[in-house]
């Protein structure tokens, strides 16, 4: 089959690979019927996640038709038209049973190369490093999906692909970081990133009650996007984020923040210059002014729930965090917690995801994708293949 | 003892714990079942067990070296498996595996400890010289397939799978 397959630092090319084959018996067979970008890709591409290999296969939010089973798969048959969250988790463990999906005990291959770093193997993801697990990813015509009856979740008819397809990832990353911020009555959340993470954040905390969403970006037809939804857009090249989001918020600051941006943010002024000479020397993976500007923003005993991906940051300002009292909430997603009510939102039109579809290529084409995505060409928020 | 043999005692003796949510017996039925021998070693040694209490392991190390031993089990408790290589053994070793109740609802501590015994005394270092994988990891790894086979009844693989090199799939 073709696959598009990670080469090297930004060094991608559609290969012809061989078909995936059922390995386990809770195994399926998914023809990928589409394909997206994730911001995550990103840093794959950047050679900021060691461990990746040459020829890897990337990929890991997708959609598509089972096309064969293993034969210890009950729920979930041939012809289903399926959405798979990005990370793969067994449903039988501990933390699978606790709603701690990311954390699967059970299903990383490779646990010696990620227990040195963290102190204890994560679940495995689908075209994330080999240290996540080193599963072939979706940016291929097949992809085998392990635990079928606890990854695959049926799309309704009424439901269109393009809105499934972000329900594998996105989706419920941007609304497990609303959920983590407990929304109240009255409650404003600011969230920094308007990728597609953090418009799903946006709208998770439209869904869950929050009184007010502030967005901010750079980018204006992501700001655009953030403004339809609902949100108050902010440009942080053009405004003091602080001051904006203490005028928005009557001095109190947010209640909660969220950081949808990640180890690659963009900056201005002396600490974004120090991150990114570190970066750029591999003394660091990350740049967070992101981050920092949301620990600092939150109002005292607020929360700060974090969706962008980190490597191991050296200058972390712990004391903001201690002084103010802030509570800290963060994970990979943990998908299968939250794609039933997701699937239900979108049904319903009160999530709209689709929205972040913006380009469409064909496989063969999926490098122009990423390049357009990367560079946010032509107002970019995901590109999407269809094999 | 000085201390850098004590060092090497300890990575000698490759010691791991995991907790499964599956009580005690269900679980040492598990390990004590032939065919969980010869799949939960998989990194290190082939396992073909005999019976019930003897098994034969072939460890391959760098440069094509073999390693071949018989175990047998020599105590077979509700709380405890012991093992033992028999004579003629390339590289002596002996294994424990101890159940404990986990607290609440968390199932079953597994405390697992390998200590290998190469002739000569070479130990800690030289063992992960003779099978290029450190004692620690052997048992971890073993303690990790273990709990994915208890709990979903499969071991978590990617091999072979797609992948642009090696002909088109990574083995
Ligand atoms: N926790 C998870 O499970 C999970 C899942 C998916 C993605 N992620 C991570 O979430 C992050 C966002 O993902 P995405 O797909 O939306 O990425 P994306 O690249 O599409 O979007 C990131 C956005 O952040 C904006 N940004 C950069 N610097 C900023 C700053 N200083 N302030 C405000 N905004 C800034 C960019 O302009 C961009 O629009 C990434 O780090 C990604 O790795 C995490
Ligand atoms: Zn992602
Ligand atoms: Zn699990």
Redesign the pocket.
Known sequence: MRALCWNGVNDLRVETVADPAILNPKDVILKVRLST????D??LIDGLIPTMREGDVLGH?FMGEIVDVGREVTKVKRGDRVVVP??IACGQCWYCQHDLY?LCDTSHPKPELQEPLLGYPTAGIYAYSHAFGGYAGSHAEYVRVPFADTDCFVVPDGLADEDALFIS??A??GF??ADFCNIQRGDLVAV????????MAQQGAMILGAERVIA????PE?LAKAEAFGAIPLD?TKVD?IDALKELTGGRGPDACI?????????TGLQHAYDRVKQALYMETDRG??LR?AMLAVRKGGTLS?????GLMDKFPLGLLMNKGVTVR????H?QAYVPRLLEHALRGELTPAALATHRFSLEDSPTGYHM??H?EDGC??AVFAP | MNPVQSDNAIKAAARASVTIGRPADELRTLWLDPGTQSRIWTHFAEVNPLDGRTAEWLARGPAGGEYRWRSEAVEVGPDEIRWSSLDGADVPNTGQLIFRPAPGDRGTELHLEVRFDPPGGVIGEAVSKLFHIVPGEIVRHALYKFRALALTGEIPTTDPQPAARKGGADR
Do not use: N
């Open positions: 970008t994730c911001g995550s990103l840093h939010e990005s990370f990311s990832d996105a419920p990353t497990m970081g920094w990133g308007c990728g597609g993470v953090g418009l901010i970006d750079q980018y992501r942080f984020v950081d949808a941006v990640g180890m690659e943010a963009a900056g002014t992101a500007q974090i969706l962008g991906v980190y963060t994970a990979q997603q998908g995505f990367k946010k928020v995901r």
